[in-house]
Protein backbone atom coordinates (compact mmCIF):
# COMPACT_ATOMS: atom_id res chain seq x y z
CA UNK A 1 0.00 0.00 0.00
CA UNK A 2 3.13 2.57 0.89
CA UNK A 3 3.98 2.27 -2.19
CA UNK A 4 0.99 4.62 -3.64
CA UNK A 5 0.91 6.72 -0.41
CA UNK A 6 0.52 10.79 -0.84
CA UNK A 7 0.75 13.20 2.05
CA UNK A 8 -2.02 14.79 3.78
CA UNK A 9 -1.48 18.19 2.00
CA UNK A 10 -2.20 16.90 -1.35
CA UNK A 11 -5.15 14.53 0.18
CA UNK A 12 -6.80 17.34 0.96
CA UNK A 13 -6.97 19.22 -2.15
CA UNK A 14 -7.54 15.79 -4.31
CA UNK A 15 -10.85 15.55 -6.05
CA UNK A 16 -13.87 13.67 -3.80
CA UNK A 17 -14.89 10.52 -5.14
CA UNK A 18 -10.97 9.79 -6.23
CA UNK A 19 -9.31 6.84 -4.15
CA UNK A 20 -6.19 7.79 -2.09
CA UNK A 21 -3.65 6.05 0.54
CA UNK A 22 -2.36 7.98 3.32
CA UNK A 23 -0.22 6.96 6.00
CA UNK A 24 0.92 8.75 9.55
CA UNK A 25 0.50 8.47 13.01
CA UNK A 26 -2.95 8.55 15.07
CA UNK A 27 -3.46 11.68 16.45
CA UNK A 28 -6.72 11.25 17.99
CA UNK A 29 -9.05 7.82 17.80
CA UNK A 30 -12.92 8.18 18.79
CA UNK A 31 -14.47 4.55 18.21
CA UNK A 32 -18.50 5.88 18.13
CA UNK A 33 -20.86 2.63 17.66
CA UNK A 34 -20.91 2.06 13.86
CA UNK A 35 -18.31 5.14 13.53
CA UNK A 36 -14.68 5.47 14.01
CA UNK A 37 -13.10 8.90 14.17
CA UNK A 38 -9.50 9.21 13.01
CA UNK A 39 -7.18 12.51 12.95
CA UNK A 40 -4.07 10.84 10.95
CA UNK A 41 -1.34 13.10 11.04
CA UNK A 42 1.95 12.92 8.59
CA UNK A 43 4.80 15.54 8.14
CA UNK A 44 2.83 17.89 5.96
CA UNK A 45 -0.47 18.53 8.49
CA UNK A 46 -3.63 16.54 9.76
CA UNK A 47 -6.71 14.92 8.22
CA UNK A 48 -10.01 13.54 9.65
CA UNK A 49 -10.46 9.43 8.02
CA UNK A 50 -13.70 8.29 9.03
CA UNK A 51 -14.40 3.96 9.22
CA UNK A 52 -17.78 2.28 8.84
CA UNK A 53 -19.06 -0.99 10.55
CA UNK A 54 -18.81 -3.11 7.43
CA UNK A 55 -15.19 -2.45 6.99
CA UNK A 56 -12.91 -5.81 7.42
CA UNK A 57 -11.20 -5.73 11.16
CA UNK A 58 -13.39 -2.55 12.28
CA UNK A 59 -12.96 -3.80 15.37
CA UNK A 60 -8.84 -3.94 15.35
CA UNK A 61 -9.22 -0.81 13.61
CA UNK A 62 -11.28 0.64 17.23
CA UNK A 63 -8.41 -0.60 19.20
CA UNK A 64 -5.40 1.11 17.35
CA UNK A 65 -4.07 3.24 20.05
CA UNK A 66 -2.99 6.63 19.81
CA UNK A 67 0.18 7.53 18.26
CA UNK A 68 0.57 4.09 16.46
CA UNK A 69 1.60 4.53 13.15
CA UNK A 70 -0.59 3.07 9.82
CA UNK A 71 -1.34 3.38 6.45
CA UNK A 72 -4.64 3.63 5.19
CA UNK A 73 -6.53 3.64 1.51
CA UNK A 74 -9.92 4.80 0.71
CA UNK A 75 -12.20 7.19 -1.05
CA UNK A 76 -11.88 10.93 -1.03
CA UNK A 77 -14.92 12.70 0.23
CA UNK A 78 -15.72 16.75 1.20
CA UNK A 79 -16.18 16.99 4.83
CA UNK A 80 -19.23 18.15 6.33
CA UNK A 81 -17.39 19.70 9.13
CA UNK A 82 -17.19 23.73 9.44
CA UNK A 83 -13.14 23.38 8.50
CA UNK A 84 -13.80 22.48 5.22
CA UNK A 85 -11.46 20.19 3.40
CA UNK A 86 -11.47 16.61 2.44
CA UNK A 87 -11.86 13.61 4.68
CA UNK A 88 -11.18 10.13 3.56
CA UNK A 89 -13.55 7.49 3.79
CA UNK A 90 -11.17 3.92 5.29
CA UNK A 91 -11.45 1.07 2.83
CA UNK A 92 -7.90 -1.08 3.82
CA UNK A 93 -5.57 -0.15 6.40
CA UNK A 94 -2.41 -1.58 7.69
CA UNK A 95 -0.88 -0.99 11.07
CA UNK A 96 2.68 -0.63 10.81
CA UNK A 97 3.22 -0.32 14.38
CA UNK A 98 1.34 0.13 17.04
CA UNK A 99 1.85 2.44 20.14
CA UNK A 100 2.21 0.96 23.57
CA UNK A 101 0.42 2.45 25.71
CA UNK A 102 0.68 4.29 28.23
CA UNK A 103 2.34 7.43 25.67
CA UNK A 104 5.40 8.32 28.21
CA UNK A 105 4.10 11.79 27.62
CA UNK A 106 1.00 13.66 26.57
CA UNK A 107 1.58 14.01 23.00
CA UNK A 108 -0.18 17.65 22.36
CA UNK A 109 -1.84 18.25 25.36
CA UNK A 110 0.89 20.23 26.44
CA UNK A 111 0.32 19.09 30.29
CA UNK A 112 3.57 17.21 30.59
CA UNK A 113 6.73 19.23 32.16
CA UNK A 114 9.64 20.33 29.86
CA UNK A 115 11.68 17.44 31.25
CA UNK A 116 9.96 14.71 30.52
CA UNK A 117 8.80 15.83 27.08
CA UNK A 118 12.63 16.20 26.53
CA UNK A 119 12.84 12.32 28.06
CA UNK A 120 10.63 11.11 25.52
CA UNK A 121 11.59 14.09 22.68
CA UNK A 122 10.86 12.02 19.35
CA UNK A 123 7.48 11.66 20.45
CA UNK A 124 7.54 15.66 21.43
CA UNK A 125 8.10 16.23 18.18
CA UNK A 126 5.43 15.03 16.27
CA UNK A 127 3.24 17.62 18.13
CA UNK A 128 2.53 20.34 15.22
CA UNK A 129 4.03 23.17 17.27
CA UNK A 130 6.83 21.76 18.58
CA UNK A 131 7.35 19.72 14.83
CA UNK A 132 7.61 23.87 13.46
CA UNK A 133 10.19 25.29 15.79
CA UNK A 134 12.44 22.49 13.63
CA UNK A 135 11.11 23.18 10.75
CA UNK A 136 11.73 27.28 11.25
CA UNK A 137 15.13 26.04 12.97
CA UNK A 138 15.74 24.34 9.92
CA UNK A 139 15.35 26.92 7.56
CA UNK A 140 17.50 29.95 9.26
CA UNK A 141 20.15 27.10 9.05
CA UNK A 142 19.93 26.52 5.54
CA UNK A 143 19.31 30.57 4.93
CA UNK A 144 22.57 31.89 6.93
CA UNK A 145 24.34 29.17 4.19
CA UNK A 146 22.88 30.72 1.38
CA UNK A 147 23.67 33.76 2.64
CA UNK A 148 27.32 33.54 3.14
CA UNK A 149 27.43 31.67 -0.04
CA UNK A 150 25.81 34.61 -2.02
CA UNK A 151 28.26 36.58 -0.13
CA UNK A 152 31.73 35.32 -0.85
CA UNK A 153 31.97 33.82 2.53
CA UNK A 154 33.87 29.90 2.05
CA UNK A 155 32.57 26.93 4.36
CA UNK A 156 35.26 25.49 6.85
CA UNK A 157 35.06 22.46 8.89
CA UNK A 158 37.22 22.86 11.83
CA UNK A 159 38.24 20.88 14.59
CA UNK A 160 36.43 20.20 17.47
CA UNK A 161 39.49 18.38 19.59
CA UNK A 162 41.49 20.69 20.34
CA UNK A 163 44.78 22.19 22.59
CA UNK A 164 43.77 25.34 23.80
CA UNK A 165 41.26 27.98 23.98
CA UNK A 166 41.34 31.84 23.08
CA UNK A 167 37.61 32.73 25.32
CA UNK A 168 38.69 33.80 28.55
CA UNK A 169 35.75 33.33 30.99
CA UNK A 170 34.26 30.22 28.75
CA UNK A 171 35.18 26.86 30.27
CA UNK A 172 36.89 24.12 28.73
CA UNK A 173 35.99 20.38 28.64
CA UNK A 174 38.81 18.33 29.43
CA UNK A 175 39.06 15.07 27.39
CA UNK A 176 41.95 12.51 27.48
CA UNK A 177 43.79 11.90 24.14
CA UNK A 178 46.08 9.53 23.98
CA UNK A 179 48.67 10.59 26.17
CA UNK A 180 48.10 13.96 26.44
CA UNK A 181 45.49 16.42 27.60
CA UNK A 182 42.94 17.87 25.00
CA UNK A 183 40.14 20.10 25.04
CA UNK A 184 36.19 20.18 23.14
CA UNK A 185 36.34 23.89 21.07
CA UNK A 186 34.60 26.33 22.95
CA UNK A 187 34.90 28.21 19.57
CA UNK A 188 36.11 28.39 16.04
CA UNK A 189 37.91 31.73 16.48
CA UNK A 190 41.58 30.66 15.99
CA UNK A 191 41.27 29.03 12.87
CA UNK A 192 38.15 31.24 11.43
CA UNK A 193 40.94 34.27 11.89
CA UNK A 194 43.56 31.57 10.35
CA UNK A 195 42.25 31.28 7.20
CA UNK A 196 41.01 34.84 6.58
CA UNK A 197 44.75 34.76 6.54
CA UNK A 198 45.22 31.70 4.63
CA UNK A 199 43.90 33.67 1.78
CA UNK A 200 40.08 33.02 1.79
CA UNK A 201 39.61 36.70 3.32
CA UNK A 202 36.26 35.60 4.49
CA UNK A 203 34.87 32.43 5.86
CA UNK A 204 32.30 30.72 8.02
CA UNK A 205 31.26 28.01 9.87
CA UNK A 206 28.25 25.89 11.33
CA UNK A 207 29.71 24.10 13.74
CA UNK A 208 29.21 22.67 17.82
CA UNK A 209 30.60 24.64 20.55
CA UNK A 210 31.38 23.46 23.67
CA UNK A 211 31.31 25.58 26.81
CA UNK A 212 31.70 23.82 30.38
CA UNK A 213 29.33 26.19 31.72
CA UNK A 214 28.30 25.12 35.29
CA UNK A 215 25.02 27.01 35.39
CA UNK A 216 21.41 26.23 35.00
CA UNK A 217 19.81 29.31 33.41
CA UNK A 218 17.22 29.85 30.70
CA UNK A 219 20.02 30.65 28.12
CA UNK A 220 23.24 28.23 28.50
CA UNK A 221 23.51 24.81 27.03
CA UNK A 222 27.26 23.03 27.42
CA UNK A 223 26.44 22.11 23.84
CA UNK A 224 25.27 24.85 21.46
CA UNK A 225 25.26 25.19 17.75
CA UNK A 226 27.50 28.20 17.12
CA UNK A 227 27.19 30.42 13.85
CA UNK A 228 30.56 32.23 13.20
CA UNK A 229 32.03 34.18 10.36
CA UNK A 230 35.54 36.17 9.83
CA UNK A 231 36.19 38.59 7.36
CA UNK A 232 39.64 40.28 6.18
CA UNK A 233 40.10 43.75 4.64
CA UNK A 234 37.87 45.25 6.83
CA UNK A 235 38.48 49.26 8.05
CA UNK A 236 36.30 48.46 11.28
CA UNK A 237 33.52 47.04 13.45
CA UNK A 238 31.27 48.56 10.99
CA UNK A 239 31.67 46.29 8.07
CA UNK A 240 30.97 43.24 10.23
CA UNK A 241 28.12 44.64 11.47
CA UNK A 242 26.82 45.86 8.60
CA UNK A 243 27.21 42.58 7.10
CA UNK A 244 25.35 41.07 10.08
CA UNK A 245 22.33 43.51 9.95
CA UNK A 246 22.34 42.56 6.29
CA UNK A 247 22.35 38.48 7.18
CA UNK A 248 18.98 39.36 9.59
CA UNK A 249 17.14 40.90 6.70
CA UNK A 250 17.98 38.20 4.64
CA UNK A 251 16.58 35.56 6.68
CA UNK A 252 13.82 37.12 8.48
CA UNK A 253 12.42 38.34 5.21
CA UNK A 254 12.55 34.74 3.44
CA UNK A 255 11.25 32.86 6.81
CA UNK A 256 8.21 35.21 6.53
CA UNK A 257 6.97 33.61 3.22
CA UNK A 258 8.78 30.21 3.27
CA UNK A 259 7.95 29.41 6.75
CA UNK A 260 4.32 31.54 7.23
CA UNK A 261 2.24 28.28 8.01
CA UNK A 262 5.14 27.35 10.54
CA UNK A 263 4.87 31.33 12.63
CA UNK A 264 1.48 31.58 12.18
CA UNK A 265 0.84 28.45 13.90
CA UNK A 266 3.42 29.78 16.54
CA UNK A 267 1.75 33.54 16.54
CA UNK A 268 5.23 35.27 15.32
CA UNK A 269 5.51 38.16 13.65
CA UNK A 270 9.03 38.84 13.54
CA UNK A 271 9.74 42.74 12.52
CA UNK A 272 12.35 43.07 9.45
CA UNK A 273 15.14 45.65 10.74
CA UNK A 274 14.86 48.37 8.92
CA UNK A 275 17.81 49.99 10.34
CA UNK A 276 20.11 48.18 13.64
CA UNK A 277 20.54 51.03 15.91
CA UNK A 278 24.08 51.22 16.70
CA UNK A 279 24.57 52.33 20.81
CA UNK A 280 27.35 52.69 22.80
CA UNK A 281 27.76 50.60 25.98
CA UNK A 282 27.85 54.10 27.60
CA UNK A 283 24.47 55.16 25.60
CA UNK A 284 23.52 51.77 26.86
CA UNK A 285 24.24 52.58 30.49
CA UNK A 286 22.89 56.21 30.30
CA UNK A 287 19.38 54.97 29.26
CA UNK A 288 19.19 52.24 31.99
CA UNK A 289 20.51 54.47 34.61
CA UNK A 290 17.25 56.48 33.64
CA UNK A 291 15.46 53.31 33.74
CA UNK A 292 16.99 53.16 37.18
CA UNK A 293 19.56 50.32 36.49
CA UNK A 294 22.94 51.51 37.38
CA UNK A 295 25.75 50.17 36.31
CA UNK A 296 29.67 50.70 36.66
CA UNK A 297 32.06 51.78 33.92
CA UNK A 298 33.49 48.35 33.51
CA UNK A 299 30.75 46.06 34.11
CA UNK A 300 29.04 44.09 31.85
CA UNK A 301 25.33 44.12 30.32
CA UNK A 302 23.53 41.19 32.70
CA UNK A 303 20.61 39.50 31.52
CA UNK A 304 18.32 42.37 33.79
CA UNK A 305 20.01 45.07 31.89
CA UNK A 306 19.81 43.09 28.30
CA UNK A 307 16.11 42.76 28.49
CA UNK A 308 15.51 46.66 29.60
CA UNK A 309 17.66 47.38 26.68
CA UNK A 310 15.01 45.20 24.26
CA UNK A 311 12.37 47.42 25.44
CA UNK A 312 13.85 50.74 25.26
CA UNK A 313 15.03 49.71 21.90
CA UNK A 314 11.67 48.49 20.74
CA UNK A 315 9.89 51.78 22.17
CA UNK A 316 11.84 53.98 20.51
CA UNK A 317 13.16 52.67 17.34
CA UNK A 318 10.44 50.33 16.84
CA UNK A 319 13.25 47.61 16.22
CA UNK A 320 14.01 43.62 17.70
CA UNK A 321 17.68 44.31 17.65
CA UNK A 322 20.13 46.52 18.48
CA UNK A 323 24.10 46.60 18.35
CA UNK A 324 25.77 47.88 21.59
CA UNK A 325 29.37 48.49 20.88
CA UNK A 326 32.51 49.90 21.94
CA UNK A 327 32.55 47.37 25.01
CA UNK A 328 34.99 48.21 28.10
CA UNK A 329 38.34 46.32 27.98
CA UNK A 330 38.76 45.08 31.39
CA UNK A 331 35.15 42.27 30.61
CA UNK A 332 36.46 41.66 26.49
CA UNK A 333 39.23 38.52 25.41
CA UNK A 334 43.14 39.66 24.58
CA UNK A 335 42.10 39.76 20.69
CA UNK A 336 39.37 42.42 20.45
CA UNK A 337 41.00 45.12 18.92
CA UNK A 338 41.66 48.76 21.04
CA UNK A 339 40.45 52.21 19.20
CA UNK A 340 43.80 53.79 18.66
CA UNK A 341 42.19 56.78 20.93
CA UNK A 342 40.69 54.53 24.03
CA UNK A 343 43.39 51.93 25.94
CA UNK A 344 40.35 51.05 27.91
CA UNK A 345 37.81 50.23 25.22
CA UNK A 346 37.38 47.55 22.64
CA UNK A 347 36.29 47.97 19.03
CA UNK A 348 33.54 45.22 19.28
CA UNK A 349 30.53 44.77 19.83
CA UNK A 350 27.21 42.23 20.99
CA UNK A 351 23.50 41.97 19.47
CA UNK A 352 20.94 41.73 21.60
CA UNK A 353 17.61 40.72 19.56
CA UNK A 354 14.43 40.53 22.08
CA UNK A 355 16.09 41.38 25.23
CA UNK A 356 19.04 38.87 24.51
CA UNK A 357 22.48 38.65 23.54
CA UNK A 358 22.76 36.63 20.24
CA UNK A 359 25.99 37.13 18.85
CA UNK A 360 29.69 38.80 19.79
CA UNK A 361 31.67 40.61 17.69
CA UNK A 362 34.49 43.20 16.81
CA UNK A 363 37.67 44.22 15.20
CA UNK A 364 40.36 41.88 15.84
CA UNK A 365 44.07 43.15 16.63
CA UNK A 366 46.20 42.13 13.42
CA UNK A 367 49.69 43.21 14.66
CA UNK A 368 51.64 40.91 16.18
CA UNK A 369 53.68 43.31 18.18
CA UNK A 370 50.22 44.89 20.22
CA UNK A 371 48.38 41.17 20.55
CA UNK A 372 51.49 40.59 22.19
CA UNK A 373 50.95 43.65 24.93
CA UNK A 374 47.28 43.17 24.89
CA UNK A 375 48.08 39.30 26.09
CA UNK A 376 50.33 40.31 28.64
CA UNK A 377 47.85 42.34 29.90
CA UNK A 378 45.28 39.79 30.18
CA UNK A 379 48.19 37.04 31.74
CA UNK A 380 48.72 35.20 28.55
CA UNK A 381 51.75 34.43 26.95
CA UNK A 382 51.27 34.72 23.33
CA UNK A 383 53.84 32.94 21.90
CA UNK A 384 53.00 29.86 24.27
CA UNK A 385 50.24 29.26 21.48
CA UNK A 386 52.50 29.11 18.87
CA UNK A 387 50.16 28.51 16.05
CA UNK A 388 48.09 31.04 17.16
CA UNK A 389 50.71 33.12 17.02
CA UNK A 390 52.32 32.41 13.45
CA UNK A 391 48.98 33.64 11.92
CA UNK A 392 50.40 37.41 12.61
CA UNK A 393 53.20 37.43 11.17
CA UNK A 394 53.32 36.55 7.71
CA UNK A 395 50.86 39.49 6.11
CA UNK A 396 47.58 38.90 8.41
CA UNK A 397 45.26 41.30 7.29
CA UNK A 398 42.91 43.65 9.54
CA UNK A 399 39.70 41.68 10.11
CA UNK A 400 36.89 40.95 12.07
CA UNK A 401 34.43 38.85 12.58
CA UNK A 402 31.21 37.70 15.01
CA UNK A 403 29.62 34.15 16.65
CA UNK A 404 26.16 33.83 17.09
CA UNK A 405 24.20 31.00 18.85
CA UNK A 406 21.97 29.06 16.40
CA UNK A 407 20.02 28.27 19.77
CA UNK A 408 19.65 31.33 20.84
CA UNK A 409 18.62 33.23 17.39
CA UNK A 410 15.46 30.34 17.49
CA UNK A 411 14.98 31.00 21.44
CA UNK A 412 14.57 35.10 20.59
CA UNK A 413 12.84 34.88 17.20
CA UNK A 414 10.24 32.55 18.89
CA UNK A 415 10.45 34.14 22.40
CA UNK A 416 10.52 30.57 23.51
CA UNK A 417 11.11 30.51 27.89
CA UNK A 418 13.77 28.50 27.36
CA UNK A 419 16.81 27.85 25.18
CA UNK A 420 16.06 23.98 25.96
CA UNK A 421 12.87 24.38 23.72
CA UNK A 422 15.14 25.80 20.60
CA UNK A 423 16.96 22.87 20.39
CA UNK A 424 15.95 18.80 20.00
CA UNK A 425 18.24 16.98 22.53
CA UNK A 426 19.72 19.61 24.93
CA UNK A 427 23.03 19.47 26.72
CA UNK A 428 23.37 21.07 30.38
CA UNK A 429 24.87 20.60 33.59
CA UNK A 430 21.72 18.02 34.59
CA UNK A 431 21.18 16.40 31.38
CA UNK A 432 23.23 14.03 28.99
CA UNK A 433 20.68 12.42 27.95
CA UNK A 434 19.28 11.03 25.26
O1 LIG B 1 29.78 35.62 23.17
P1 LIG B 1 30.54 34.39 22.82
O2 LIG B 1 31.17 33.65 23.94
O3 LIG B 1 31.63 34.83 21.75
C1 LIG B 1 32.53 34.02 21.10
O4 LIG B 1 32.51 32.82 21.15
C2 LIG B 1 33.49 34.76 20.20
N1 LIG B 1 34.48 33.83 19.60
C3 LIG B 1 32.71 35.38 19.10
C4 LIG B 1 33.50 36.27 18.23
O5 LIG B 1 33.61 36.02 17.03
N2 LIG B 1 34.05 37.30 18.80
O6 LIG B 1 29.58 33.39 22.03
C5 LIG B 1 28.92 33.83 20.87
C6 LIG B 1 27.43 33.53 20.96
C7 LIG B 1 26.68 34.21 22.11
O7 LIG B 1 26.31 35.52 21.79
C8 LIG B 1 25.47 33.30 22.24
O8 LIG B 1 24.51 33.54 21.24
C9 LIG B 1 26.07 31.95 21.98
O9 LIG B 1 27.24 32.14 21.20
N3 LIG B 1 26.43 31.28 23.24
C10 LIG B 1 25.67 30.34 23.84
N4 LIG B 1 24.49 29.78 23.50
C11 LIG B 1 23.99 28.82 24.31
N5 LIG B 1 24.62 28.40 25.43
C12 LIG B 1 25.81 28.93 25.81
N6 LIG B 1 26.43 28.48 26.92
C13 LIG B 1 26.39 29.95 25.00
N7 LIG B 1 27.53 30.67 25.06
C14 LIG B 1 27.54 31.47 24.00
MG1 LIG C 1 29.26 37.15 24.29
Known amino acids: MLANRILIRDALVKNPSSEAVVSGWIKQIKPLGKLIFITLRDRSGEMQ ?3 KKELDNFKVLSKVTRESSLVFKGNIQESKQKSGGNELEIKDFEILNQAETPLPIDVGAGTSNIDKRLDHRFLDTREEKINAIFKIRSKIYKLTTDFFDDNDFTNITTPKITSAGVESGAELFEMKYF ?5 LSQSPQIYKQMFVAGGFERVYELAPVFRAENSNTTRHLTEFTGIDMEMGFIQSESDVMDVIEELFKFILNKLKKECKRELELLGVNPIVP ?8 KEVKEMLSEKGKSLLE ?7 AESIIGKIIKEKYNEEFVFVTNYPWEIRPFYHMKPEDDKNGTKSFDLIWNGVEIA ?3 QREHRYNILKEQAKEKGINLDEMESYAEIFKFGCPPHGGIGLGLDRMVQRLLNLDNVREAILLP ?7 P
Open 427 to 433: RDPERLT
Open 298 to 304: SDDLDSE
Open 360 to 362: TGA
Open 179 to 183: NKKAY
Open 274 to 281: KKIPRLSM
Open 49 to 51: LIA
